[in-house]
């Protein structure tokens, strides 16, 4: 009867957080609070997501970002949803946002000891044709409340926390506390995430490599090497297959689930790649360790990245064990 225990015995994110929590006997519940209030974010957005093209809400929002791209609508509903989500959690001291320049320190009446990291709306070029977007987030621990910038500009490897949400054909949380990675699929009849993935482990190799063909022409030696090997494999095995979303939360889950690699290469254009560390790279990269992947930005392991700035980007390869080692190779064979 594994079926129907799995059907009746509901385990929802919110009493999946609060397991966590007992295992950790001096919480004051605190986080539980703090994730309870980013996952009623991620179903505002879901349902907001859903009907965008009904409610009028794809197009642009008619400004520009600190990153230089046009915002969308929904880039900007979704900052505001999360902003406001956060702050009136009352466990938030600082607030990093792919779509604000600068970070928001929360007034004192309404501190709390954790820094959030996170990206509203990932993928945000695929809103108004339908395709997959999400929401990315990090969650550190501040030293003291009387926080500072430095606080938001923490190694990777110092997170306590990290997920995505997947606005797709079925909306799915993925998320790690630490303990392994879980996935959860909202079901909207009850408006509640369900387990439905638990101890998620990425295969150790995988078959399908994802990243934008359209920069071959200033890749450097290695990335160009890995990529050729790719398609035409020196030791006569099949070539591996494409597959790239250009969301990058849509394109990270893929790979989460069926193995393989994930790479935004540094180009000559833009040596640091495209992907911004805080909101982006370190979330995706603390998942995959989590999973039993791993994570690399060609110099180092990603996690071990410590920030200068607030949205300063980074090139990233994670995904399957074995695939990531193949290209450390490559970059340290190139030194
Ligand atoms: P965002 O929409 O939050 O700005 O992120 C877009 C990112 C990421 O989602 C994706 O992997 C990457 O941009 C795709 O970039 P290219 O279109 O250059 O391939
Ligand atoms: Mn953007
Ligand atoms: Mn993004
Ligand atoms: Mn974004």
């Given at each position: 009867?594994?079926?129907?225990?799995?059907?009746?015995?509901?385990?929802?994110?919110?009493?999946?957080?609060?397991?966590?929590?007992?295992?950790?006997?001096?919480?004051?519940?605190?986080?539980?609070?703090?994730?309870?209030?980013?996952?009623?974010?991620?179903?505002?957005?879901?349902?907001?997501?859903?009907?965008?093209?009904?409610?009028?809400?794809?197009?642009?929002?008619?400004?520009?970002?600190?990153?230089?791209?046009?915002?969308?609508?929904?880039?900007?509903?979704?900052?505001?949803?999360?902003?406001?989500?956060?702050?009136?959690?009352?466990?938030?001291?600082?607030?990093?946002?792919?779509?604000?320049?600068?970070?928001?320190?929360?007034?004192?009446?309404?501190?709390?000891?954790?820094?959030?990291?996170?990206?509203?709306?990932?993928?945000?070029?695929?809103?108004?044709?339908?395709?997959?977007?999400?929401?990315?987030?990090?969650?550190?621990?501040?030293?003291?409340?009387?926080?500072?910038?430095?606080?938001?500009?923490?190694?990777?490897?110092?997170?306590?926390?990290a997920g995505y949400c997947m606005y797709g054909s079925s909306c799915m949380?993925?998320?790690?506390?630490?303990?392994?990675?879980?996935?959860?699929?909202?079901?909207?009849?009850?408006?509640?995430?369900?387990?439905?993935?638990?101890?998620?482990?990425?295969?150790?190799?995988?078959?399908?490599?994802?990243?934008?063909?359209?920069?071959?022409?200033?890749?450097?030696?290695?990335?160009?090497?890995?990529?050729?090997?790719?398609?035409?494999?020196?030791?006569?095995?099949?070539?591996?297959?494409?597959?790239?979303?250009g969301s990058m939360v849509a394109d990270v889950h893929r790979t989460l689930?069926?193995?393989?690699?994930?790479?935004?290469?540094?180009?000559?254009?833009?040596?640091?790649?495209?992907?911004?560390?805080?909101?982006?790279?370190?979330?995706?990269?603390?998942?995959?360790?989590?999973?039993?992947?791993?994570?690399?930005?060609?110099?180092?392991?990603?996690?071990?990245?410590?920030?200068?700035?607030?949205?300063?980007?980074?090139?990233?390869?994670?995904?399957?064990?074995?695939?990531?080692?193949?290209?450390?190779?490559?970059?340290?064979?190139?030194?």
């Open positions: 009867h594994a079926a129907d225990a799995h059907r009746t015995d509901l385990m929802t994110i919110t009493r999946f957080v609060l397991n966590e929590q007992s295992k950790h006997p001096d919480s004051k519940g605190d986080f539980s609070i703090l994730l309870n209030n980013i996952v009623l974010g991620c179903k505002f957005v879901c349902s907001a997501v859903n009907k965008a093209g009904l409610a009028k809400l794809i197009g642009l929002a008619g400004d520009t970002n600190v990153q230089g791209e046009e915002q969308k609508k929904l880039d900007v509903l979704s900052n505001e949803v999360f902003i406001k989500a956060l702050i009136s959690s009352g466990r938030t001291c600082i607030l990093v946002s792919e779509e604000d320049e600068e970070a928001t320190f929360v007034s004192p009446p309404l501190r709390g000891k954790y820094c959030v990291v996170f990206d509203p709306l990932d993928g945000s070029s695929n809103i108004d044709c339908g395709v997959s977007i999400g929401t990315i987030f990090g969650i550190y621990l501040v030293n003291d409340l009387e926080a500072t910038i430095d606080d938001a500009l923490q190694p990777g490897k110092n997170m306590l926390a949380l993925v998320l790690s506390t630490g303990n392994g990675v879980n996935g959860f699929t909202l079901d909207p009849s009850l408006g509640e995430f369900i387990l439905t993935h638990s101890d998620i482990k990425i295969p150790k190799t995988g078959k399908i490599y994802s990243v934008n063909e359209g920069n071959a022409k200033n890749w450097d030696g290695p990335t160009a090497k890995y990529i050729e090997n790719c398609k035409f494999p020196k030791d006569g095995s099949s070539p591996k297959s494409l597959r790239y979303v689930l069926y193995g393989g690699i994930f790479l935004y290469p540094a180009d000559r254009k833009s040596p640091n790649g495209k992907l911004r560390v805080l909101y982006e790279v370190f979330p995706m990269s603390f998942l995959m360790e989590q999973a039993g992947g791993q994570a690399f930005t060609g110099k180092i392991r990603a996690l071990d990245l410590v920030p200068k700035k607030i949205h300063e980007r980074s090139p990233i390869f994670l995904g399957s064990y074995e695939d990531v080692e193949e290209i450390k190779a490559l970059y340290a064979a190139a030194k």
